[in-house]
């Protein structure tokens, strides 16, 4: 993002990351907002803040971000991948 953007700098980046998440958390704590819709708003919002109206960007953030979550996440010991029924929603990861 910042080689699209060569007036941002990371650390300006940072700082409106953070701000965006303390108002977004400020919301949840508050009931106003539920987890997803934290996970939803957290890019919209930095580049709102950023000056960049780039939904698509948002987009891709958010998908890179849980593609990475997820390539960190492992099975429980003993956990297999089976397919269940839809009323299970237990998998085993952590």
């Known amino acids: 993002m910042l080689c699209s953007y060569p007036g ?3 650390l300006d980046a940072r700082r409106v990351w953070e701000s ?3 108002d977004l958390f400020a919301q949840l704590d508050h009931h ?3 987890m997803a819709d934290v996970r939803d708003l957290r890019f919209q919002k930095t ?21 990475k979550r997820l ?11 089976e397919p269940l029924p839809l ?8």
């Open 8 to 10: 941002l700098t990371e």
């Open 20 to 22: 965006v998440h303390q």
């Open 32 to 34: 106003l907002l539920k």
């Open 47 to 67: 580049l709102d803040e950023l000056g960049i109206s780039d939904l698509t960007l948002a987009d891709e953030l958010n998908k890179q971000l849980s593609t």
């Open 71 to 81: 390539s960190y996440m492992t099975l429980c010991d003993g956990e297999t991948v």
């Open 87 to 94: 009323y299970r929603f237990f998998l085993g990861i952590r």
